[in-house]
């Protein structure tokens, strides 16, 4: 079973909905990250959480807002998503190794597959 | 930034072979990763190996940084483990915002 529980599995909404995606880990982790992935694509990183602070920021458009409102806890809010950002959306979290500027082992969650009509 | 790259990009194997992916990278890493994508998307910790050699079960990996490459073994396959193989590295010298970067991935059809 995975640590990093995300919510919804599944979500399919219109471009003028707003909805929000949502990720749990209790690992102890203080680095949380949100992955976006189209099919037969690695990857791609959108944006990471240290210390419940954001730190990165991959030029990500705005109608993606990210929250962490605690060291557990990862949201993505979702508005006015067009039909190309239906992808799989991966949260995943890591312990930060200052020494080493590292991210340190990353596990994910399960992922949510949204689709934008 | 750090360039990865996996070979073979696809692979088949019958039910029972043994099987080696690879992963070459740019640059001196601090962090590399091999995962396992089933189908249904899940990445899967494999191992968290930036240099040295692991085994778990029929798994194993090999990272020797000095030569800028990584080996994740596969013994007597099962079709479970098909899916893609994704390794991701992260440079040594990034700085304070490091990230990992991924790989294209290898996939791995394991016929029975």
């Known amino acids: 079973d995975t640590e990093v529980t995300q919510t919804p599995k599944h979500l399919v909404m219109g471009m003028t909905n707003k909805k929000s995606l949502k990720c749990e880990q209790h690992?102890?982790?203080?680095?949380m990250y949100w992955y976006k992935q189209k099919a037969k694509k690695p990857p791609e990183l959108m944006f990471v959480?240290?210390?419940?602070?954001?730190?990165i920021n991959e030029s990500v458009p705005s109608r993606f807002s990210p929250e962490c409102p605690n060291s557990s806890l990862l949201n993505l809010h979702l508005h006015a998503l067009q039909p190309e950002d239906s992808a799989l959306y991966l949260c995943?979290?890591?312990?930060?190794?200052?020494?080493?500027?590292?991210?340190?082992?990353?596990?994910f969650g399960e992922g949510s597959r949204l689709t934008v009509l | 930034g750090i360039q990865v790259e996996q070979s073979p990009p696809d692979l088949i194997l019958q039910e029972g072979a043994n099987s080696t992916l690879r992963c070459n990278f740019s640059?001196?890493?601090?962090?590399l990763q091999w995962f396992h994508q089933n189908p249904w998307g899940q990445l899967i910790n494999l191992f968290y190996?930036?240099?040295g050699t692991k085994q778990n079960g029929r798994l194993s990996a090999t990272t020797v940084a000095t030569e800028r490459y990584s080996l994740l073994y596969i013994s007597s396959s099962q079709t479970t483990d098909s899916g893609v193989y994704f390794c991701?590295?992260?440079?040594?010298?990034?700085?304070?915002?490091?990230?990992?970067?991924f790989g294209k991935g290898i996939t791995l059809s394991v016929r029975p």
């Open positions: 991701a590295v992260e440079g040594l010298y990034t700085g304070a915002n490091s990230k990992l970067t």
């Open positions: 190996i930036p240099s």
């Open positions: 995943a979290s890591s312990q930060v190794i200052r020494t080493l500027r590292s991210t340190g082992e990353l596990f």
């Open positions: 690992m102890g982790h203080r680095a």
């Open positions: 959480y240290s210390y419940e602070k954001l730190s």
């Open positions: 640059d001196s890493v601090n962090n």
